[in-house]
């Protein structure tokens, strides 16, 4: 039944329809656009100051200077010439956290659009980087585009596997995605940990006593086409995100492929009832989104990292704030550029390196992105709370208007 | 009985949902003792009224007055309070309990701190002697009948000391002769001195039962008139606004080539429950074979097995002489079964697509949709736009989200897309459920030209009146097995004899 006065049903409503996660988010779209991520992000940010203010600093000064971190002030016209080269160098850093998230975001993305939760994101761009360290690492003297090439690829295979492994136990078993995908992260951990740990497989040749891989050749490297390669410049795995999400839009929206995808994601019933194959979907884009991560992986470690070292395993992160930029992107193309984007933003304005001592500790400023990412990711899944406060005011203001026909099981 | 105050009165009732107005100043009056049908199509405010006065609506406008006095309904609670009650059509029963638990579930009687059942019992035995409802309050709720379910929730209603007892489509999950058993008990009621409200679609019934009838279209009230002046016809087009054909016009058939040959078939259900039984059946192309039955005797589960959706146990499913038992939705598809699900929100439809993508869930694999794997949005909007002009599907462009349209308007856009895939047998599972006089209609005829036309068609369907008016052949199924084959001339009582298990040994089948 529905919840009288949570959300009205239609009159004479027969039944209603099996709400999917998909489902779900369509309702929402409809509902609140792109107005409901804003106040969700603002919302947070209010969260944030007040976090800064009660830790005794200045929420204003701190968001001022979380924000020249950043980098982002570097298009406008105020900041003088030091200060513009510093800017470019933080901006370079922005954009270089931005390109790895955009592609995890799509892998928890493209997952949602069929009716799945990928949490496996992490793990997907962990096996990236380790099969595109590993490719990188040898093959000395291959032609530089061929090698690079031949990484990439390799990254995202080492990702598409598996991410499908778990795609393939849901089609086969019906085990759990999110539990399988978690599962598979730890097992990409360990893994890392065997391969390049002290006397592992794949460890330096150079120098036994770093648990680190050897680095890429020169070769296999990505050329930087802004700001300094000495000096971690902006790498061209930019240009090859941001073609992601151009392929991911126009897989979902404008392929057969996508049509099922987004079948399955909406009614997997209905789907099955119409000869779309349930299974072979759940593993194929399992797989994509595997892909989508591994690519991450690879271009993170051809573009700046270089070596996969046992003590960036433990810390790195890119693959769950994946999530959190799917979430707050609403698993659009568009809302992830620009949720990755924020992300990235944040992650390098409370880095320690860019934020000022004196006007709130990076160490805390970087406790404020986390609760900045806690708080989107919970407001998000509480999407129901935000459709309906916003359907409540509006309901207000001008009674017989607003969306209806939201759908809400208790 | 003129002169009294009525029971009940709504007087101008508004109500919107948004932009819709589900109610639009409806006054509506319910004398003492008086069976007062609420008559109107699916969407025509009938429930949101009823929820109105149950309290799980407010107005935005008018008020209600209960016995001359006006009160206001904020709750079920305060509406129980109040003396109204309601029977749903989903029951509100916990099913493992007895049916004296469940009467009082809410309002427990007690000792001290201890439940005191015993009174609770023998106060319902006492309610449902005086009503003529046959009960036994200790039996328990899981083992009922969907009739003596419904008794039950009318006995709660009485039980909690309703004067006013509203009535949800209380017919729409009942054999032919619970139905009349239900109307035995509601004029019992009414001679008491229980006001009734009765909601409905379906004509006959409401000729059968009540003393007045109110008439919603489109959120407002039509008419109330007096049911002894009133005939199936004048009923239908003050619901409809139109003249409508009630009875299909057939003209003979000759069948062909059989299409459609289920042998030996056994079918389990979710639980793995045999459900389908070593059924044969057969279905020609030009002819429509209706399966009549009371629910859950299998049919699901036998629509399922043709379709391919679910595993046979054993047993041969046939296609134009093609064998595709157990081969998978899309081989069932491929050999030409055409399906219109019973349940349209869970299968027929994905809601969130909008008409085009609906429209092509059977198409988009063709070639012609689509090229290199890309699909092309301006074809498909094409193909729909045509779609929707042959189908006269009404409230919606290629790009309204099929939520947003109406239950007869989504089984158009699930007929349209079947058959224009042409497939060589239409399994149609209850196709007009849930749809108003114009939509059952248009499905009719449709099913009939569809026949005309040389297709095969097996009509599955709870609705007698439909089998017997549409099928050239009627089965019977009880408990999974072909329980008879009859002339769809024969009586109501003839099929309801077979429907209810009697009969048995002189199966043909």
Known sequence: ?410 | MPGDAPALELRGITKRFGPLVANDAVDFELRRGEIHALLGENGAGKSTLMNVLYGLHQPDEGEIRLGGEVVRIDSARRAIGLGIGMVHQHFMLVPVMTVAENLVLGTEPHRGPLLDFKTAAARARELAERFGLAINPEAKVEDLGVGAQQRVEILRALFRGAKVLVLDEPTAVLTAQESQDLFRVLRTLAAEGTSVVFISHKLQEVLDVSDRVTVLRRGKKVDTVATADSTERSLARLMVGRDVLLRVEKPEHAPGETVLEVRDLHVADDRGLPAVRGLSLDVRAGEIVGLAGVDANGQSELVEAITCLRQCESGTVRVDGRDVTGHGALAAIEAGVGHIAEDRHRRGLVLQFDLAENLSLLEYRHPAMSRWGLLSPRLMAARARKLLRDYDVRGGESDTPASSLSGGNQQKVVIARELSANPKVLVAAQPTRGLDVGAIEFVHRRLVEERDAGRAILLVSLELDEIRSLSDRALVIYEGEIAAELSPSASEEEFGVFMTGGGRGQVAA
């Open chain 1, 1 to 410: 039944m529905t919840v009288p006065g949570l959300a009205a049903p239609p009159p004479d409503d027969e039944g209603a329809a099996p709400i999917t996660v998909a489902g779900r988010l369509s309702t929402y779209l409809k509902a609140g656009g792109i107005v409901t991520p804003l106040i969700t992000v603002t919302f947070a940010f209010i969260v944030g100051g007040l976090v800064v203010l009660v830790t005794g600093g200045n929420p204003f000064e701190t968001y001022r200077a979380i924000f020249d971190g950043t980098g982002l002030n570097w298009p406008f016209p105020w900041i003088s010439s030091e200060d513009r080269e510093i800017a470019a160098i933080n901006l370079q850093q922005t954009l270089i956290v931005t390109t790895p998230l955009i592609l995890t975001g799509l892998a928890v993305a493209f997952a949602f659009r069929c009716g799945l939760f990928n949490i496996g994101g992490q793990g997907q761009y962990l096996v990236g980087s380790y099969l595109a360290v590993w490719v990188g690492s040898s093959f000395d003297g291959m032609p530089a585009a061929l090698h690079v090439l031949l990484c990439i690829v390799a990254g995202c295979v080492a990702g598409a596997v598996w991410g499908g492994i778990a795609g393939l136990l849901k089609a086969t078993t019906g085990a759990n995605e999110v539990i399988s995908t978690i599962m598979l992260n730890w097992i990409a951990v360990w893994t890392g940990f065997f391969l390049f740990g002290l006397g592992g497989p794949l460890q330096s040749d150079t120098d036994r006593s770093v648990p680190v891989s050897n680095d890429v050749f020169d070769g296999a490297k990505l050329p930087v086409i802004w700001g300094d390669a000495q000096l971690q410049g902006l790498h061209v795995g930019l240009f090859i995100a941001l073609a992601a999400l151009l392929v991911f839009w126009v897989l979902l929206n404008r392929t057969r492929t996508g049509y099922e995808v987004r079948a399955v994601g909406f009614n997997p019933e209905a789907a099955r009832a119409s000869g779309i194959s349930v299974g072979r979907n759940y593993v194929l884009v399992m797989s994509v989104c595997g892909l989508f991560a591994g690519l991450a992986g690879s271009l993170d470690l051809l573009g700046w990292q270089f070596r996969v070292a046992t003590n960036d395993i433990q810390i790195s992160e890119i693959g769950f704030l994946g999530i959190a930029v799917a979430l707050l992107g609403r698993n659009t193309a568009v809302g992830t550029l620009f949720a990755a984007l924020l992300f990235g933003a944040l992650v390098t304005g409370t880095s320690v390196r860019n934020l000022d001592p004196t006007v709130f500790e990076p160490a805390l400023a970087s406790n404020l992105t986390l609760i900045i990412q806690g708080l989107v990711v919970l407001l998000v899944s509480a999407d129901i709370i935000v459709v309906y406060l916003w359907r409540l005011r509006s309901r207000r203001r001008r009674p017989p208007a607003g969306a209806e026909r939201v759908e809400v099981t208790a």
